[in-house]
């Protein structure tokens, strides 16, 4: 079993940057992908950005693609996700998920239903 927890959110105004880390411990060993999904207040979660844990393949959405980065540190198993150029739209709950190798869902990367592991989620807020 894999455990992550997720820190580095907070307020911010329009313009500014955040990174965001999720820590995974447990059986690490096992994951396969791991992604940044987000939730704003009365919308479905989206997808932000995943990242291969071997070999660092990287994946965005359009919406985010040029202000995000997403990256990894396997040594310390942490994933992170450098935001810049934030905007309102961005505010959300953003939660870490994990893919790992015993996974049986086929679905996108894209998807969450593709993750099998999720953490407690961090707040953004982007004042405009």
């Known amino acids: 079993q894999v455990r992550l927890e997720e820190s580095g959110g907070g307020l911010v105004q329009a313009g500014g940057s955040l990174r965001l880390s999720c820590a995974a411990s447990g059986r690490t060993f096992s994951m396969t992908y791991m992604g940044w999904f987000r939730q704003a207040p009365d919308k479905e979660r989206e997808f932000v950005s995943t990242?291969?844990?071997?070999?660092?393949?990287?994946y965005y959405a359009d919406s985010v693609k040029g202000r995000f980065t997403i990256s990894r540190d396997n040594t310390k198993n942490t994933v992170f996700l450098q935001m810049n150029s934030l905007k309102p739209e961005d505010t959300a709950v953003y939660y870490c998920a994990g893919r790992s190798s015993a996974a049986r869902s086929t679905g996108l990367l894209s998807e969450p239903v593709a993750y099998d592991t999720w953490g407690q989620g961090t707040r953004v807020t982007v004042s405009s």
């Open positions: 990242i291969r844990w071997e070999g660092g393949n990287a």
